[in-house]
């Protein structure tokens, strides 16, 4: 990783990767850096659904076929798919999906409700 007061440089092979409630992510740019979105590299893999009150998705599914269900409608995606998730659409991935998801204003745990099936 690079760091000055005007860029952050990071290589996924670097960075370590954590279970999320989507899957596997490996956080490229974070609330914590300050930046004004987050973004993350998502191996979809058991997502569960949930739903943001403030943060805004952008999905671009990188590998893998499968759906996004968004507010219970399931939408087929595949390599080149971008879908944007606004506030309070109810969601989940589901299939063997890879996707880089960016989040405006950036992801924080505290804005993550889940939905019970």
């Known amino acids: ?4 007061s ?3 440089i990071r290589h996924l092979k670097d960075i370590e990767e954590e279970r999320s409630t989507c899957g596997f992510r490996k956080r490229l740019v974070a609330a914590e850096d300050g930046t004004p979105l987050s ?5 979809i893999n058991d997502a569960k659904a949930h739903y943001h009150k403030q943060t805004t998705e952008f999905y671009y599914v990188l590998e893998g076929e499968g759906t996004l269900e968004l507010d ?8 080149g798919s971008a879908v944007l998730i606004r506030t309070n659409v109810r969601h989940r991935a589901v299939g063997n999906l890879v996707a880089l998801v960016v989040g405006t204003p950036p992801f ?9 099936d």
């Open 72 to 79: 219970g409608a399931p939408v087929p995606v595949s390599p």
């Open 39 to 43: 973004a993350s590299y998502v191996a």
């Open 1 to 4: 990783m690079t760091e000055n």
């Open 108 to 116: 924080h745990t505290d804005d993550l409700f889940l939905v019970d």
């Open 6 to 8: 005007k860029t952050i």
